[in-house]
């Protein structure tokens, strides 16, 4: 690979002798990695499913290490039940050093496409608040898409500047993730066009950007809360002397641990992050549902018209054989609303977005279209193991059998289901492979109706 003479320069200013093994590192392989999905599968589960998975990632508990030339786990049905992601592994770095805690209130700013925010989502749980955010219309639109494949119940997707976000959510967040686009230069190995874009302009350019973003965190970030600020670059205008600046102009804000992973000393394609801590006086924490005069949402607590309650009632006496069956499967802390024919469960921490471009505002359970029930498929993700177990309709698939695998890639396709013998009872079913969702079919007959959405549907040939 070609890299650009200022670069090298900079780097051996930057690495003095260590530069060697740096530009060593240029001529190797790129490292591939995927992480565990703990929100449907513990890292042990996921090693004796794919035993592919031998050596984990040292310093992200749930992540691991595969090789990329004996395999592609993109292509494998379980990872379209949301088991796993691919990522980076330097890039699993930022979201554990936030230590995110069960019940928190986090904010991924940066966050398109994703992976650092699911990664979050499963420190979280099903409790807490997840708000993620990209200013990129598109980029935002792929990230709505990873929080639904990924059965992330608790997130609201955003397309906002921090300065919009900052006046909606001041002292609101325990953790904030400032994962800031920058020069890219750990990216070199992967995507080695980046390298030829690169100049010491570009640099300062990402470097004033970067300090424009920061600038809105102690707004956000309330008292005793901490925020992870992380690149994928080596420049120290985009990492030290970003912090350094920040902790200048903040003077409430302490560094607790800074952290590099260079590619010539760890089997990653290198990542920066820096952890700090707004020390300012504890104010008191937000009462969820509360604002400065009482409650956040009163209008909103009405709840379902009767014409919806009535076709999620006929919906889940169908799949689960009981009209208020599908209650069981919401998480505590939330509350069911409508909204121009959306049913959503919403967190009850969350604030009005007044004015916000929101992608989504909890975790969409379906449509009503002409008084009847239509699932969506992002409420088959966020389903618990339970839910799929107490279906009535349901077709279960094993990928121990040769037969089942090959209906569930073909599922994945989009193709109707049909098989020998089999009769479909009218209505929706859950498609399930080792007792993991992929989605909803529809009985007709003697065949299943695919309702594996267009979008996220498996095209042969795909690589990774
Ligand atoms: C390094 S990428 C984020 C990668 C992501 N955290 C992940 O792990 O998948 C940086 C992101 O910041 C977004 N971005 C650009 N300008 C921004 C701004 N002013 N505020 C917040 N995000 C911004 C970009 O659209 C881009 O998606």
């Not at 997840?130 to 955003?158: C, F, W």
């Not at 008292?223 to 350094?244: A, D, I, K």
């Amino acid at each position: 690979m070609r890299l650009p003479p200022a670069f090298l320069t900079k780097m051996e200013q930057q690495l003095g002798s260590n530069v060697a093994r740096f530009l060593q590192s240029y001529t190797e392989p790129r490292t591939a990695g995927l992480r565990a999905n703990t929100l449907k599968i513990s890292p042990e589960a996921l090693q004796e499913l794919l035993p592919f998975l031998q050596e984990r990632v040292s310093w992200c508990r749930d992540g691991f290490y595969y090789n990329e030339e004996e395999v592609r786990p993109a292509k494998l049905p379980h990872y379209y039940a949301g088991l796993y992601y691919i990522q980076e592994p330097s890039a699993m770095l930022p979201a554990e050093l936030l230590q995110v805690q069960p019940g928190e209130r986090v904010l991924d700013l940066c966050a398109a496409p994703g992976g650092k925010s699911l990664q979050l989502a499963a420190h979280l749980g099903k409790a807490g608040l997840l708000v993620v955010n990209d200013p990129h219309p598109q980029r935002a639109k792929v990230l709505l898409k990873n929080i639904e494949r990924y059965g992330v119940t608790n997130a609201v997707v955003l397309s906002e500047t921090p300065q919009r976000l900052a006046h909606i959510f001041a002292d609101f967040f325990d953790k904030i993730l400032v994962d800031a686009p920058c020069s890219g230069e750990g990216m070199f190995r992967k995507e080695p066009e980046m390298a030829k874009n690169w100049s010491e302009a570009e640099v300062a350019k990402y470097a004033k950007w970067q300090a424009a973003i920061l600038e809105h965190i102690p707004q956000m970030l309330r008292p005793g809360g901490e925020v992870v600020y992380s690149t994928c670059t080596f420049s120290r205008e985009e990492n030290e002397q970003q912090v350094l600046r920040f902790l200048g102009a903040f003077p409430d804000f302490e560094l607790l641990e800074m952290r590099r992973l260079w590619p010539h000393e760890v089997r990653g394609e290198g990542h920066f992050a820096a952890k700090i801590k707004n020390l300012s006086l504890q104010a008191e924490k937000k009462e969820c549902l509360m604002d400065k005069n009482g409650l956040w949402r009163q209008q909103e607590k009405n709840g379902l018209t009767p014409e919806a309650k009535q076709a999620l009632a006929e919906f889940s006496l169908q799949v689960w054989q009981a009209a208020e069956g599908w209650q069981a499967w919401l998480p505590e802390g939330g509350m069911v609303i409508e909204r121009a024919g959306h049913i959503l469960w919403e967190s009850l921490c969350l604030p009005p977005l007044r004015g916000l471009k929101v992608l989504r505002s909890g975790w969409l359970l379906g449509t009503i279209q002409k008084g009847r029930f239509r699932p969506s498929p992002a409420f088959a993700l966020g389903l618990p193991p339970e839910a799929v177990h107490s279906a009535i309709q349901r077709l279960d698939l094993s990928s121990h059998n040769a037969d089942d695998n090959s209906v569930a890639l073909r599922y994945l396709r989009g193709e109707t289901i049909q098989r020998e013998g089999k009769v479909w009872a009218k209505g929706w079913h859950l498609v399930s492979l080792d007792g993991f969702v992929l989605g909803w079919a529809k009985g007709a007959g003697n065949w299943l109706k695919n309702e594996f959405p267009p979008g996220w549907r498996r095209i042969d040939g795909e690589e990774r």
